[in-house]
């Protein structure tokens, strides 16, 4: 099990994180949708504020209370319920410092105890209080991957086609 103040300080620090790397994108960039069906920059931070509470916190603390049942959670009802692109980075970052601090006092609050506690969640089986504990960074660093996918998508246009060729191709 890894130390719940490591992971509390891992997900405190995505604020600044996606603060470093987003400030000097240009808000078009942030905008756009990469495919269909797929979220823009600033919908996929809209998705981290909405998680933190009603996918992980609200989860966990059900989980530690003794609820039998896990509650499903619906990422795209999130993203549909407000215009996150009418948002700027600047209110959004701002959002997920206030969540995350909040979260981070959260798992810094909880014990061995707590994280050995189970509900179920459908189909998917049993799970600890602590796996979501455990998921939740993992989750972040999936979030940042996808943002900097699409940063990286940005600037392939403006490349030659031997380089895009050259870093898209999987030939070593």
């Given at each position: 099990?890894k130390d719940?103040?490591e992971?509390a300080?891992?997900?405190?620090?995505?604020?600044?994180?996606?603060?470093?790397?987003l400030e000097p994108?240009?808000?078009?960039?942030?905008t756009i949708?990469?495919?269909p069906?797929?979220?823009?920059?600033?919908?996929v931070?809209g998705h981290?504020v909405?998680?933190?509470?009603?996918?992980?916190r609200d989860?966990?603390q059900?989980?530690v209370h003794?609820?039998?049942?896990?509650?499903?959670?619906d990422?795209?009802?999130?993203?549909?319920?407000r215009?996150?692109?009418?948002?700027s980075l600047t209110d959004?970052l701002k959002?997920?410092?206030?969540e995350?601090?909040?979260s981070?006092?959260?798992v810094?609050g909880?014990?061995?105890?707590?994280?050995s506690?189970?509900?179920?969640?459908?189909?998917?089986g049993?799970?600890?209080?602590?796996?979501?504990?455990?998921e939740?960074?993992?989750?972040?660093q999936?979030?940042?991957?996808?943002?900097?996918?699409i940063?990286?998508?940005?600037?392939?246009?403006?490349?030659?086609?031997?380089m895009?060729?050259?870093l898209?191709s999987?030939d070593e």
């Amino acid at each position: 099990m890894k130390d719940l103040q490591e992971i509390a300080a891992t997900i405190g620090s995505l604020p600044v994180v996606l603060q470093a790397l987003l400030e000097p994108v240009d808000q078009s960039c942030l905008t756009i949708r990469p495919e269909p069906g797929e979220w823009s920059i600033l919908e996929v931070i809209g998705h981290l504020v909405a998680t933190d509470s009603g996918g992980f916190r609200d989860r966990i603390q059900a989980i530690v209370h003794g609820q039998p049942e896990i509650a499903a959670f619906d990422p795209w009802e999130a993203i549909d319920a407000r215009d996150h692109v009418a948002l700027s980075l600047t209110d959004l970052l701002k959002e997920l410092t206030q969540e995350r601090a909040t979260s981070v006092r959260f798992v810094s609050g909880l014990d061995e105890a707590d994280l050995s506690k189970t509900a179920s969640y459908g189909v998917h089986g049993t799970f600890t209080a602590g796996d979501f504990v455990h998921e939740w960074p993992f989750h972040d660093q999936d979030h940042i991957q996808q943002i900097l996918d699409i940063l990286k998508a940005n600037y392939l246009p403006h490349m030659s086609s031997t380089m895009r060729r050259a870093l898209t191709s999987h030939d070593e």
